[in-house]
T-cell receptor
Framework: DTAVSQTPKYLVTQMGNDKSIKCEQN?????MYWYKQDSKKFLKIMFS???????INETVPNRFSPKSPDKAHLNLHINSLELGDSAVYFC?????????????FGAGSRLTVL | AQSVTQLGSHVSVSEGALVLLRCNYS??????LFWYVQYPNQGLQLLLK??????LVKGINGFEAEFKKSETSFHLTKPSAHMSDAAEYFC????????????FGTGTQLKVEL
């Protein structure tokens, strides 16, 4: 049973389209995250939610809208896709928002915008 | 603000040789420090973490790291490299009360040669 699962794994789309990536965790964790990994492998946090409440929003364009229907799910919707949005998006979860907690990552969703 | 610097984006060692991956951090408070490993086309997995207990931390697969406050370093070592250690390694820092926001270094690609 996969602890943090993301779908789809690969996404190829045209500029201007809208797309969503879904994430689910079965670890019973309270906190979930979205990270973006660019082509140089640099990882940067985008959002975090704790018990469905937005905790971190790291100056991400408002074309990106996260939604957490419950604490086991955190979805990412992206409007009006741009070339620069091409990246691997990782979902992760942790027990809570304590800085000592380990993040469990999903396998990633590779988004390619043409 | 917290930050991480990883010296050397690529490190190459021979199988059986010592592995040393460097990480220096900046934090305004005593930090939590982590090393994660990423194998090709996979998510990140925790190798080890420092959370203010013992300064020498042992992790999985024979890796260990030493927290040196005076040098603001958290270098990762392994006495004898194995071919299966070839991967991307990320050092990361978070701060107590920071909402578990992990800031990653730029990563070090480890290559292991016969």
């Amino acid at each position: 049973d996969t602890a943090v699962s993301q779908t789809p794994k690969y996404l190829v789309t045209q500029m201007g389209n809208d797309k969503s990536i879904k994430c689910e965790q079965n670890l019973g964790h309270d906190t979930m995250y979205w990270y973006k990994q660019d082509s140089k492998k640099f990882l940067k946090i985008m959002f975090s939610y704790n018990n469905k409440e937005l905790i971190i929003n790291e100056t991400v364009p408002n074309r990106f809208s996260p939604k957490s229907p419950d604490k086991a799910h955190l979805n990412l919707h992206i409007n009006s896709l741009e070339l620069g949005d091409s990246a691997v998006y990782f979902c992760a979860s942790s027990q809570d928002i304590s800085g000592a907690n380990v993040l469990t990552f999903g396998a990633g969703s590779r988004l390619t915008v043409l | 603000a917290q930050s991480v610097t990883q010296l050397g984006s690529h490190v190459s060692v021979s199988e059986g040789a010592l592995v040393l991956l460097r990480c220096n951090y900046s934090s305004s408070v005593p930090p939590y420090l982590f090393w994660y490993v990423q194998y090709p086309n996979q998510g990140l997995q925790l190798l080890l973490k420092y959370t203010s207990a013992a300064t020498l931390v042992k992790g999985i697969n024979g890796f260990e790291a030493e927290f040196k406050k005076s040098e603001t370093s958290f270098h990762l070592t392994k006495p004898s490299a194995h071919m299966s250690d070839a991967a991307e390694y990320f050092c990361a820092v978070s701060e107590p009360g920071g909402g578990n926001k992990l800031t990653f270094g730029t990563g070090t690609q480890l290559k292991v040669e016969l």
